[in-house]
Protein backbone atom coordinates (compact mmCIF):
# COMPACT_ATOMS: atom_id res chain seq x y z
CA UNK A 1 0.00 0.00 0.00
CA UNK A 2 1.31 3.64 -0.61
CA UNK A 3 0.06 6.47 1.40
CA UNK A 4 0.02 9.52 -1.27
CA UNK A 5 0.06 12.58 1.63
CA UNK A 6 2.62 15.20 1.89
CA UNK A 7 5.04 14.52 4.83
CA UNK A 8 4.52 16.35 8.39
CA UNK A 9 7.37 18.92 9.51
CA UNK A 10 10.31 16.97 11.20
CA UNK A 11 10.37 16.83 14.88
CA UNK A 12 12.15 20.31 17.12
CA UNK A 13 14.13 17.70 19.06
CA UNK A 14 14.79 18.85 22.76
CA UNK A 15 18.87 18.69 23.64
CA UNK A 16 18.16 18.85 27.58
CA UNK A 17 15.87 15.78 26.92
CA UNK A 18 17.77 12.99 28.98
CA UNK A 19 17.15 9.86 26.57
CA UNK A 20 17.84 7.42 29.84
CA UNK A 21 14.06 8.42 30.75
CA UNK A 22 12.31 6.48 28.38
CA UNK A 23 11.03 2.79 29.15
CA UNK A 24 11.52 1.41 26.03
CA UNK A 25 15.34 3.41 25.34
CA UNK A 26 18.18 2.09 26.51
CA UNK A 27 21.76 4.27 25.99
CA UNK A 28 24.92 5.03 28.04
CA UNK A 29 25.99 8.02 26.37
CA UNK A 30 25.70 11.97 27.96
CA UNK A 31 26.19 13.46 24.01
CA UNK A 32 23.20 13.17 21.91
CA UNK A 33 23.96 15.24 19.24
CA UNK A 34 20.45 16.30 18.80
CA UNK A 35 21.38 19.72 17.25
CA UNK A 36 23.26 18.17 14.46
CA UNK A 37 20.66 15.42 13.88
CA UNK A 38 17.77 17.71 13.98
CA UNK A 39 19.78 19.66 11.07
CA UNK A 40 20.03 16.77 8.94
CA UNK A 41 16.10 15.91 9.70
CA UNK A 42 15.48 19.62 8.29
CA UNK A 43 17.82 19.26 5.36
CA UNK A 44 16.39 16.16 3.82
CA UNK A 45 16.58 13.14 6.42
CA UNK A 46 13.44 13.60 7.69
CA UNK A 47 11.76 14.16 3.74
CA UNK A 48 13.20 11.25 2.60
CA UNK A 49 12.58 8.86 5.09
CA UNK A 50 8.79 9.43 4.96
CA UNK A 51 9.20 8.54 1.54
CA UNK A 52 10.62 5.61 1.79
CA UNK A 53 8.29 4.62 4.22
CA UNK A 54 4.82 6.05 2.71
CA UNK A 55 5.54 3.57 -0.03
CA UNK A 56 4.99 0.28 2.04
CA UNK A 57 3.26 1.75 5.19
CA UNK A 58 -0.10 -0.46 6.21
CA UNK A 59 -1.12 3.30 7.55
CA UNK A 60 -3.68 4.78 5.00
CA UNK A 61 -5.26 8.29 4.88
CA UNK A 62 -7.25 8.04 7.62
CA UNK A 63 -5.33 6.68 10.37
CA UNK A 64 -2.41 8.80 9.15
CA UNK A 65 -4.74 12.02 9.71
CA UNK A 66 -5.28 11.10 13.13
CA UNK A 67 -1.47 11.04 13.39
CA UNK A 68 -1.48 14.30 12.08
CA UNK A 69 -4.45 15.77 14.22
CA UNK A 70 -3.15 14.35 17.48
CA UNK A 71 0.73 15.67 16.71
CA UNK A 72 2.32 12.75 17.23
CA UNK A 73 5.07 13.13 14.28
CA UNK A 74 5.57 16.23 16.21
CA UNK A 75 6.60 13.73 19.62
CA UNK A 76 9.52 11.83 17.84
CA UNK A 77 12.63 12.14 19.34
CA UNK A 78 16.09 11.08 17.58
CA UNK A 79 19.28 10.82 19.63
CA UNK A 80 22.61 9.77 18.78
CA UNK A 81 23.84 6.70 20.67
CA UNK A 82 27.83 6.72 20.63
CA UNK A 83 28.33 3.60 22.23
CA UNK A 84 26.31 1.39 20.02
CA UNK A 85 27.51 3.63 17.16
CA UNK A 86 23.68 3.72 15.67
CA UNK A 87 20.71 6.74 15.74
CA UNK A 88 18.13 5.63 18.48
CA UNK A 89 14.76 6.82 18.82
CA UNK A 90 11.55 7.37 20.49
CA UNK A 91 8.27 6.62 19.03
CA UNK A 92 5.10 8.39 19.48
CA UNK A 93 1.85 6.32 20.23
CA UNK A 94 -1.26 5.76 21.45
CA UNK A 95 -1.64 4.42 24.99
CA UNK A 96 -3.69 0.97 26.11
CA UNK A 97 -6.25 2.75 27.70
CA UNK A 98 -6.89 5.14 24.54
CA UNK A 99 -10.41 4.06 25.33
CA UNK A 100 -10.81 5.56 28.34
CA UNK A 101 -9.04 8.91 27.27
CA UNK A 102 -10.99 9.70 24.31
CA UNK A 103 -8.32 10.51 22.31
CA UNK A 104 -9.85 10.72 18.84
CA UNK A 105 -13.19 10.10 17.50
CA UNK A 106 -11.55 8.42 14.55
CA UNK A 107 -9.84 5.91 17.14
CA UNK A 108 -12.74 2.93 17.06
CA UNK A 109 -10.35 -0.35 17.35
CA UNK A 110 -7.56 -2.09 18.69
CA UNK A 111 -6.46 -2.65 14.63
CA UNK A 112 -6.33 0.72 14.12
CA UNK A 113 -4.72 1.60 17.25
CA UNK A 114 -2.24 -1.60 16.32
CA UNK A 115 -1.82 0.10 12.84
CA UNK A 116 -0.89 3.93 14.14
CA UNK A 117 1.31 2.60 16.72
CA UNK A 118 2.86 -0.18 14.25
CA UNK A 119 3.56 2.66 11.70
CA UNK A 120 4.92 5.17 13.83
CA UNK A 121 7.45 2.31 15.06
CA UNK A 122 8.30 1.55 11.43
CA UNK A 123 8.60 5.50 10.75
CA UNK A 124 11.10 6.22 13.19
CA UNK A 125 13.44 3.03 12.36
CA UNK A 126 13.35 4.58 8.97
CA UNK A 127 14.52 7.67 9.67
CA UNK A 128 16.86 5.92 12.13
CA UNK A 129 18.11 3.96 8.98
CA UNK A 130 18.14 7.24 6.30
CA UNK A 131 20.27 9.21 9.01
CA UNK A 132 22.79 6.93 9.19
CA UNK A 133 23.53 5.28 5.72
CA UNK A 134 23.02 8.91 3.92
CA UNK A 135 24.11 11.75 6.55
CA UNK A 136 25.85 11.08 9.18
CA UNK A 137 29.50 10.81 8.75
CA UNK A 138 30.99 10.61 12.21
CA UNK A 139 31.99 7.50 13.56
CA UNK A 140 31.18 6.34 17.05
CA UNK A 141 34.18 7.60 20.08
CA UNK A 142 33.94 4.05 21.32
CA UNK A 143 36.80 1.69 20.98
CA UNK A 144 37.07 -1.92 22.01
CA UNK A 145 40.44 -2.78 24.37
CA UNK A 146 43.13 -4.41 22.14
CA UNK A 147 42.82 -7.76 23.69
CA UNK A 148 39.34 -9.15 24.02
CA UNK A 149 38.91 -12.56 26.07
CA UNK A 150 38.79 -15.40 23.97
CA UNK A 151 35.46 -17.29 24.53
CA UNK A 152 36.19 -20.17 22.34
CA UNK A 153 37.90 -21.69 24.93
Known amino acids: MTLDVAPPDP ?7 DAAEYDD ?3 EVDDYRRDELGKFLESGAWAEAFDDWAARTEMDEET ?4 TELGLFAEFDF ?9 GYHAPGIPEDWRRMD ?4 LDSWGTVSTINAGL ?12 SEYIDWGADYEP ?3 LPDFDE
Do not use: M, Y
Open 11 to 17: PELESQL
Open 25 to 27: VNV
Open 64 to 67: FDIC
Open 79 to 87: FWDDFADRV
Open 103 to 106: IHTG
Open 121 to 132: TEFGQTVCDVLK
Open 145 to 147: PDE
